[in-house]
């Protein structure tokens, strides 16, 4: 069974840092790439960030760059968002989703998906 399971949201305070992990199972990890959506209430769901298979590369969102990190410990099956500077307007439900193609930037190129950790960034 296919099983992506997010855990590190919480309450933080604007100018904070958070990792944010996505547990990983039942499909060769290595063959896929993960990427990390996020959705606030009335908006799209939006690609953060996007590790390939065999962390090749890494992609982010412009609003992110240089504030969020992806990486991942094929070891643990374990993918990992640092997050760093954290703003009011990153508050939103964080999901780590996996997909056979390459960093897909949309919703729908991904297969597989968690149920998701809210993260809400107070000032």
């Known amino acids: 069974e296919v099983q992506l399971v997010e855990s590190g949201g919480g309450l933080v305070q604007a100018g904070g840092s958070r990792r944010l992990s996505c547990a990983v199972s039942g499909f060769t990890f290595d063959d896929y790439a993960i990427g990390w959506f996020r959705q606030a209430p009335g908006k799209e769901r939006e690609r953060v960030s996007c590790?390939?298979?065999?962390?090749?590369?890494?992609e982010y969102a412009d609003s992110v760059k240089g504030r969020f990190t992806t990486s991942s410990d094929n070891a643990k099956n374990m993918v990992y968002l640092q997050m760093n500077s954290l703003k009011p307007e990153d508050t939103a439900v964080y999901f780590c989703a996996a997909t056979r193609a390459s960093c897909g930037r949309t919703m729908w190129e991904y297969d597989y998906w968690g149920q998701g950790t809210q993260l809400s960034v107070f000032s």
């Open positions: 590790i390939s298979s065999r962390a090749a590369f890494t």
